[in-house]
């Protein structure tokens, strides 16, 4: 036995059978069914993603403007409806833990941990090294050219942004000037419930929600379209027969109303025409003609037509000699 145990060629066996059984485990592990799976769904996940890539293009149809829209519509559009399911729940997931990063974690504490902790390595290294071994270990780990990013990249990064921008701004002004009626409802029922929520609720809470309700309403309509589109037509129909009815009252009452309002404004026409004839007609108005009489200027006595003053004369010359004598 101590001559097996001491024997270099039966450890050797033992460690290459070992090995054989270590690698066998591993072959049928990953030749398994749920190795062969995962294969599968990397394969399935990695393809989604290149078609959501690939689905950034300008959108044929322009904005009511006639200008052309940014390929941010077209991959936003194809990342909500699912079209590409594992690629879509990995964009939601991903935005909700930022979300739950950003209001459990201090990113920015750790943000300046971190960095203080690799400075004061590098900095122990290389002065240890230095030191010790007379060549800092930093500087051994230094790359022989400094990494830089190539122009092309910073372009084609700035030109994404660039359109990322212009995405939210050009989608800000169609739904304030309701080239989407839907569309611009819904942003004013949200804005509307917002103004309440934000009362009680925080904004991460805000924003957890947000995010769900962009993500699941899409798939909820899709999966259940038929359902919901004839709802929608029920619901459109009911609209638009008590559109009409309004229509129609509003029109017979404002016939009546032009019917009455014509004949208030003849009746109050004729009226003001017969006032201004009453007016013209009037004494006041009309000069006054010579009174009529049956009397004739024979049935009055003549007017004397010798002077006074000569009578009077007359008469003095008479009275004269009286006294005379």
């Known amino acids: ?45 990695s393809a989604e993603f290149s078609n959501l890539a690939n689905s950034r293009q300008t959108p044929s149809q322009p904005a009511a403007t006639g200008q052309p829209l940014t390929h941010y519509h077209s991959f936003f559009s194809e990342l909500l409806s699912w079209n590409n399911p594992r690629a879509s729940a990995i964009a939601y997931v991903t935005i909700v ?79 304030l000037f309701a080239e989407n009626v839907t569309a611009s409802a819904v942003a004013a029922v949200g804005a509307f419930l917002s103004y309440y929520l934000v009362k009680i609720v925080p904004y991460w809470g805000l924003a957890l929600i947000a995010t769900t309700l962009v993500f699941f309403v899409p798939l909820i309509y899709t999966t259940n379209q038929e359902l919901i589109d004839h709802y929608l037509n029920e619901a459109s129909d009911l609209v638009n027969s008590q559109t009409e009815q309004l229509r129609q009252v509003a029109s017979r009452h404002t016939s009546q109303a032009t019917e009455i309002t014509k004949q208030y404004m003849g009746d109050y026409t004729a009226k003001a025409q ?52």
């Open 274 to 325: 017969q006032m201004l004839r009453g007016r013209s007609a009037s004494p006041e108005a009309t000069p006054k003609s010579a009174p009529q009489t049956s009397l004739k200027d024979s049935d009055f006595p003549q007017a004397p037509k010798e002077d006074l003053k000569s009578k009077e004369e007359s008469a003095k010359g008479e009275e004269e000699p009286l006294i005379a004598a």
């Open 97 to 175: 833990s930022l979300i739950f990063v950003a209001r459990y974690l201090d990113v920015v504490r750790y943000a300046f941990k971190l960095t203080w902790m690799t400075l004061g390595i590098t900095v122990l290294a290389e002065g240890a090294g230095k030191a010790i071994l007379g060549n800092g270990l930093t500087t051994q780990l230094r790359p022989r050219k400094y990494y830089t990013v190539p122009r092309e990249t910073l372009d084609s990064l700035i030109g994404d942004v660039h359109e990322l921008i212009n995405f939210f701004v050009i989608e800000s002004q169609r739904v």
């Open 1 to 45: 036995m101590a001559d097996s145990a001491t024997d270099p060629a039966a450890n050797g066996s033992s460690v290459e059978t070992l090995k054989g059984n270590a690698q066998a485990a591993y072959n049928q592990i990953a030749s398994g069914p749920v190795a062969q799976n995962v294969k599968d769904q990397s394969a399935k996940t």
